[in-house]
C-alpha cells in the first residue's frame, strides 16, 4: 500500500526503501535525455514549506517536483502572515483550502512536519526536522553508497562529526542499518551520544577509528547554529582532530576510500580543499542523486484526496 507522508526513515520497511531507491535509478536515467521531464505529476501541486535556510534540499526539491511535470509554489515564509503571528496551524489550514497535492516541510522544531500531516488531506515529506530526521538524505545517501556497491551489506561506513545535533546522522545511519551497512561514529565526546542504536560502534580517536576500516568517510557539518554550548575548545582543534586535512587525505587516498557530506561544507572545518577535487569524493553525486531520490519518493505518496 503506497503511504500518504514520508516523515522520518525509521518508518520505512524494507520493501518500501528498496522500491524507492530501485525507482530512483530510472528518474536519474531521464537527466542525460534533452527533454528532462516526464509527465508523472502533471495537474499536481507542490508547495514548499522552508522555516529554514536551505540550498540543496529546497532546489532538489523543486527540480524534482518540475521534472515530473507538476506546479511547484514556494512559500515565502518571510513574507507570509506567519511574520504577523499565524500560527502554523491556521497556515496548514489555509493551504489545505487551495487543495495542495504535496507539501514539502523543512523547519527548526521535530516532529512539526508530523503534526502538519495530521492537519491536512495533503502528503506532507518531512525536509529536515531539528534534530530529529531527514529522511530523504539518509535515501540519497543510500542509493549513493549502492552506486558504488550495489550490494552494500558488510561495507563500512565512518560518520565524523557532530552526531548530537545532526538529523543526517540519524537518517542516514538508520537507513544504511536496515541495509544491513556496518556504521560507526566519530567525534568529541561531547557531540557523539553514548544513548542510541547498540550497534552503533563509537570512536573519539581517529587513528583508532581508521583502523576500524570503512569504505566510506561521512562527514557531517559542524551546525554551530544548534550548539547552545560550546562542544569543543576551537575550529583548529576540531580540524585538527577529526577534519581530513591534506596529510589524512593523502592517506585516504591510499586506501581508496570514498568522501561523503551531506553539505553545506564547511572548508578548514570539516575538510580540507583538497577533498572537493578528490577523485572518490562522492559531494556532488549526493546533489545529484538527490533530485532522482526526491522524484522517486514524489511519485510514490499518495495525497489522500485521491
Ligand atoms: N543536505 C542538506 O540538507 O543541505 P541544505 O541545508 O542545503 O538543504
Known amino acids: 500500500m503506497p503511504r500518504k507522508d514520508l516523515l522520518d526513515i525509521a518508518s520505512l520497511d524494507r520493501s518500501e526503501i528498496d522500491l524507492l531507491l530501485d525507482q530512483a535509478a530510472p528518474f536519474k536515467e531521464?537527466?542525460?535525455?534533452?527533454?528532462?521531464?516526464?509527465p508523472a505529476l502533471k495537474g499536481k501541486s507542490v508547495l514548499m514549506l522552508f522555516y529554514e535556510p536551505?540550498?540543496?534540499?529546497?532546489?532538489?526539491?523543486?527540480?524534482?517536483?518540475?521534472?515530473?511535470s507538476a506546479d511547484v509554489t514556494n512559500f515565502d515564509v518571510a513574507q507570509s502572515s506567519i511574520t504577523k503571528g499565524e500560527s502554523v496551524r491556521e497556515t496548514v489550514e489555509t493551504l489545505q483550502a487551495m487543495r495542495t497535492d504535496f507539501i514539502i516541510v523543512r523547519h527548526k522544531a521535530s516532529g512539526l512536519p508530523g503534526t502538519i500531516a495530521k492537519l491536512t488531506k495533503a502528503s506532507v515529506i518531512n525536509?529536515?526536522?531539528?534534530?530529529?530526521?531527514?529522511?530523504?538524505?539518509?535515501?540519497l545517501d543510500a542509493f549513493t553508497i549502492k552506486e558504488k556497491f550495489s550490494d552494500p551489506t558488510g561495507k563500512k561506513v565512518l560518520i565524523v562529526g557532530d552526531i548530537l545535533h545532526s538529523r543526517v546522522a540519524r537518517s542516514t545511519s538508520t537507513i544504511l542499518k536496515k541495509l544491513g551497512v556496518d556504521v560507526a561514529y566519530l567525534g568529541p565526546g561531547?557531540?557523539?551520544?553514548?544513548?542510541?542504536?547498540?550497534n552503533i560502534r563509537r570512536f573519539t580517536n581517529y587513528e583508532e577509528a581508521m583502523k576500524w576500516g570503512?569504505?566510506?568517510?561521512?562527514?557531517?557539518?559542524?551546525?554551530m547554529e544548534r550548539q547552545d554550548v560550546q562542544y569543543f575548545p576551537s575550529i583548529r582543534e576540531y580540524h585538527k582532530l577529526?577534519?581530513?586535512?591534506?596529510?589524512?587525505?593523502?592517506?585516504?587516498?591510499?586506501r581508496g576510500l570514498y568522501i561523503?557530506?551531506?553539505g553545506p561544507v564547511n572548508r578548514g572545518v570539516e575538510?580540507?580543499?583538497?577533498v572537493m577535487d578528490y577523485e572518490r569524493s562522492l559531494i556532488n553525486d549526493q546533489v545529484e542523486n538527490g533530485i532522482a531520490v526526491r522524484m522517486a519518493v514524489l511519485y510514490y505518496l499518495k495525497p489522500e484526496r485521491e
Open 30 to 38: 531521464i537527466f542525460t535525455r534533452s527533454v528532462k521531464k516526464v
Open 54 to 68: 536551505s540550498t540543496r534540499t529546497h532546489s532538489s526539491f523543486e527540480v524534482a517536483a518540475k521534472r515530473l
Open 127 to 139: 525536509a529536515g526536522d531539528g534534530a530529529h530526521a531527514h529522511p530523504t538524505q539518509g535515501l
Open 190 to 198: 561531547s557531540l557523539v551520544p553514548k544513548q542510541g542504536p547498540e
Open 214 to 223: 570503512p569504505d566510506f568517510v561521512y562527514l557531517l557539518r559542524v551546525q
Open 242 to 254: 577529526y577534519g581530513v586535512t591534506e596529510k589524512r587525505l593523502a592517506d585516504i587516498r591510499d
Open 260 to 262: 561523503m557530506h551531506p
Open 271 to 274: 575538510l580540507c580543499d583538497g
